[in-house]
């Protein structure tokens, strides 16, 4: 999974087994996270025309961002 993030964000991962999981032991795999940081998406990028839900999604966190002075 990859989530991407244009502002701050807290996540909450927990790795447990899923519940329609048919074993009756209680077992659950290893997890690897990895997270970096890189500039934000601006008018342009692919990412942004990618499809509509998207391209909403980036004009309002833009939007967001402008209103509380921190883009």
């Given at each position: 999974?990859?989530?991407?993030?244009?502002?701050d964000?807290?996540?909450?991962?927990?790795?447990v087994?899923?519940?329609a999981?048919?074993?009756?032991?209680?077992v659950?795999s290893p997890l690897?996270?990895?997270?970096w940081?890189a500039?934000?998406t601006?008018p342009?990028?692919?990412?942004?025309?990618?499809?509509?839900?998207g391209?909403?999604a980036?004009?309002?966190?833009?939007?967001?961002l402008?209103a509380?002075g921190l883009a």
């Open positions: 999974m990859t989530l991407r993030a244009e502002q964000v807290t996540v909450l991962l927990a790795n087994p899923h519940p999981d048919p074993r009756d032991d209680y659950n690897e996270v990895l997270a940081r500039a934000a601006k342009g990028d692919p990412l942004w025309e990618a499809t509509p839900e391209r909403r980036f004009l309002n966190t833009a939007e967001f402008a509380r």
